[in-house]
């Protein structure tokens, strides 16, 4: 673990008061204080499990977490209990247990990387009667998952990605931004193992690396023609740094037989020149033998994909089969015969339909027929009547003389006043005799027009 000084510490770690609780040791029972006991262990839980991402790491070992957890010349009193805490959850897991649960096999190259004693692996129990040891190393197994998924993607992303065997330099390597230590690179592959994603050999004491391809569920194990393909194409990049280092030595040579010649010691620039040209045979044949070794890994590269087309063409025809189980020629002419049966009944059904269809039609037609010829018929009878004469504009002009001839129409206001219509009204009163109305002209026929 590193220092404090290069963690994120929480904000409350600058609280006295709140880090002198949290400082303290558990109570012995935590039905004391359930609260204090819960808020306690939960900080220091999420607190070691982020220092430890911080750093890049999966492990953590109880000496470690109190010198990196130091505050004011203290160490934290209850980091044992969290460890024992977390171990019973599941949490974490001892180192050695962690590698003992995975294949046997993993031992053999792993056990100078464990810190414990191997035969105490398999016997030992997680909590015993003294604690926590403090250099007993612990894997978070969080941390650990989630350095094998970035590990697998960084492979599949890398150019390694179309070899699926390759040394565990080379992951060394490759991983150097993933994992901090090659421990960390060594529990991400214990992951990737119980994962079945990854499974690791040794050959002529060389640890050898294979990973599962996409679109496999599970890797396989190392095989002859695995190991033939690592063999050729570590030969293949041998090869090449040769080839390369010779090219740069024969480009030295012809500088100096260049500079020789410049200086005038002709026979030493010739002797430079023969050494360019045995060192240009040998990158020749070195580049032959390259290009042989590269033809074999197109041909195997090839063969795999054929292998890989006839497994697919072999799926295809089972599930053709599989699905043409019960498919004869005589149940499909069966069928087709059927079909065409209810076909020809549907056409018979259609046709009487549209009969009476028909029938609607013709008395539509009639009808219309019938409306046109009488739509003709009626300019004819109008046709009967004489025509209306019209008067020519001659006769229009007579007429026009004859009503400039005639007297103006008089037309006055007639001058009466309300006076005169009383004396009128009251000589329509009854008379003695009867009922007899006087018989009187009316005012309009009495009065004159006022001129």
């Not at 990387?113 to 997680?126: G, H």
């Not at 009667?129 to 403090?134: I, R, Y």
């Not at 004489?386 to 002009?397: K, T």
Request: glycine residues 4%.
């Amino acid at each position: 673990m590193s220092s404090s000084t290069k963690m994120s510490l929480p904000p409350e770690w600058d609280d006295d008061e709140r880090m002198n609780f949290m400082f303290s040791d558990f109570k012995e029972n935590r039905e004391v204080n359930t609260t204090d006991w819960d808020s306690k262990m939960d900080f220091w839980t999420a607190l070691i499990i982020k220092a430890c991402r911080d750093r890049g790491t999966v492990c953590v070992s109880l000496h470690e977490l109190n010198k990196s957890f130091r505050r004011k010349e203290k160490s934290p009193l209850g980091l044992g209990t969290v460890i024992q805490s977390m171990a019973r959850c599941g949490k974490i897991q001892r180192e050695s247990e962690f590698a003992a649960n995975v294949d046997c096999g993993w031992l053999s190259w792993g056990v100078g990387l464990l810190l414990v004693k191997p035969l105490k692996w398999t016997f030992s129990t997680l909590l015993g009667s003294s604690g926590v040891a403090l250099e007993e190393p612990f894997v978070i197994i969080d941390l650990v998952k989630e350095k094998a998924a970035e590990l697998l993607r960084v492979y599949r992303s890398s150019e390694f990605a179309s070899s699926s065997v390759l040394s565990f330099q080379e992951l060394c390597t490759l991983s150097s931004d993933v994992c901090a230590d090659e421990s960390t690179l060594c529990m991400a592959l214990l992951q990737l193992q119980r994962d079945k994603q990854v499974t690791v050999s040794l050959h002529e004491g060389e640890k050898i690396v294979k990973f599962c391809q996409p679109g496999q569920d599970r890797v396989s194990q190392v095989s002859d023609v695995d190991m033939g393909i690592y063999q050729l194409q570590r030969s293949e990049k041998l090869l090449g740094e040769r080839v390369e280092k010779l090219g740069l030595e024969a480009d030295k040579c012809k500088e100096e037989a260049r500079m020789l010649l410049r200086e005038g010691k002709k026979s030493q620039a010739l002797r430079c020149l023969r050494g360019r040209k045995r060192v240009e045979k040998r990158a020749d044949n070195l580049c032959a033998q390259l290009e042989s070794i590269r033809g074999i890994l197109d041909r195997i590269a090839q063969s795999q994909t054929d292998k890989m087309i006839m497994q697919t063409y072999q799926a295809g025809v089972a599930a053709l089969r599989l699905s043409l189980k019960d498919v004869t020629v005589e149940r499909a002419e069966n069928l087709v015969d059927q079909i065409q049966e209810l076909c020809d009944t549907q056409d018979e059904v259609n046709r009487t339909i549209s009969s009476v269809a028909s029938a609607d039609e013709d008395m539509d037609e009639l009808e219309q027929e019938l409306k046109s010829l009488m739509d003709e018929s009626k300019p004819d009878s109008i046709s009967d009547f004489p025509e209306v004469p019209r008067p020519s504009r001659e006769a229009g002009l007579a007429g026009m003389d004859f009503l400039s001839s005639l007297p103006a129409v008089p037309y006055s206001t007639m001058d009466i006043t309300d006076e005169q219509l009383e004396e009128e009204l009251n000589k329509l009163t009854l008379t003695d005799s009867g009922f007899e109305q006087k018989k009187t002209t009316s005012p309009a026929k009495r009065l004159e027009p006022a001129h």
